[in-house]
């Protein structure tokens, strides 16, 4: 199934996508939102709840929202695909442990709308296409054999970030990472049976266009299931926390010179069995 978050004349709702149209969950379903669904275990009643409905609206007529409008925690992985690693050029060893931080809810839109590049602090807005893990069952110390079965599905997420205030703190990269409305996900949750595995599976960035990023998650560092076991050492995972799971090389930094995101650019992550998530660039 692929879940949706959506607006429609200021009020928040949720569904099924079918066929380019959306079936209206919210006042079939006992949950408030999606983050509801999962948290009651409820996901497969959906399906049920959408069985011979009509299709309620269509996917161009509504404001799409991240498929968890209001995640409890947002929890970044950073140079975790190998490539990305060697990209630095500092002849470190791989690291024995992932670098991760986190992100504001109020740092991220849903798919279609405007990515902000913040003038007048910054410039360098840069994107960073990556796949998010969206939790559906809670843990603590989750046994990595075990972390599959707290996957309730994924998303595409743009993990955007603003580049020189990364480097505003010694050890820290949070102010880069969390300026309002910088990133983007979605654009909907395709559910965990919608996949054969999480060890190839494939994410594009492209602007304007042209591809930037391209890599699988073959190439990962540290494997979905890894992350998940680590994270739930330190924190208890809950129905609706997202792990976003690091980007491949391509970052517009990166290039010479580095290619920021202005005002009209286009980005687009594609994720084959999620979507394309799609916005434009605007200055705010």
Request: proline share 3%.
């Given at each position: 199934m692929k879940l949706i978050s959506f607006d429609v004349d200021g009020a928040e709702r949720f569904g099924i996508v079918r066929n380019e149209h959306i079936v209206d969950l919210t006042n079939k379903a006992a949950a408030g939102s999606l983050r509801d669904v999962l948290a009651r275990n409820a996901i497969g009643e959906l399906e049920q709840l959408a069985r011979g409905a009509p299709a309620d609206y269509a996917l161009e007529d509504v404001r799409f929202l991240p498929p968890i409008p209001a995640p409890g925690k947002i929890i970044c992985v950073g140079v975790n695909y190998s490539h990305r690693n060697e990209e630095y050029k500092d002849g470190a060893p791989p690291p024995q442990y992932p670098s991760v931080f986190p992100r504001f809810p109020?740092?991220?839109?849903?798919?279609?709308?405007?990515?902000?590049?913040?003038?007048?602090?910054?410039?360098?807005?840069?994107?960073?296409?990556?796949?998010?893990?969206?939790?559906?069952?809670?843990?603590?110390?989750?046994?990595?054999?075990?972390?599959?079965?707290?996957?309730?599905?994924?998303?595409?997420?743009?993990?955007?970030?603003?580049?020189?205030?990364?480097?505003?703190?010694?050890?820290?990269?949070?102010?880069?990472?969390?300026?309002?409305?910088?990133?983007?996900?979605?654009?909907?949750?395709?559910?965990?049976?919608?996949?054969?595995?999480?060890?190839?599976?494939?994410?594009?960035?492209?602007?304007?266009?042209?591809?930037?990023?391209?890599?699988?998650?073959?190439?990962?560092?540290?494997?979905?299931?890894?992350?998940?076991?680590?994270?739930s050492r330190w924190t208890t995972l809950e129905p609706g926390d997202i792990i976003s799971t690091g980007t491949p090389i391509g970052a517009g930094v990166r290039f010479d010179p580095p290619r920021f995101l202005k005002e009209g650019d286009i980005v687009e992550v594609e994720v084959p069995g999620i979507g394309i998530l799609r916005n434009p660039i605007e200055n705010g």
């Open positions: 109020s740092s991220l839109v849903g798919h279609g709308e405007p990515l902000l590049c913040p003038l007048p602090e910054s410039t360098q807005l840069d994107y960073e296409g990556e796949i998010a893990i969206i939790i559906g069952k809670r843990g603590r110390r989750i046994a990595e054999d075990r972390a599959e079965e707290h996957i309730a599905g994924l998303t595409c997420m743009n993990e955007g970030t603003v580049r020189d205030w990364l480097r505003h703190g010694k050890f820290n990269v949070t102010q880069g990472k969390n300026f309002d409305h910088s990133g983007s996900i979605g654009p909907w949750m395709a559910t965990a049976d919608e996949f054969d595995g999480y060890d190839k599976l494939q994410v594009v960035t492209r602007v304007n266009g042209e591809e930037r990023q391209r890599d699988t998650t073959a190439n990962l560092m540290f494997s979905f299931r890894f992350l998940i076991h680590y994270i």
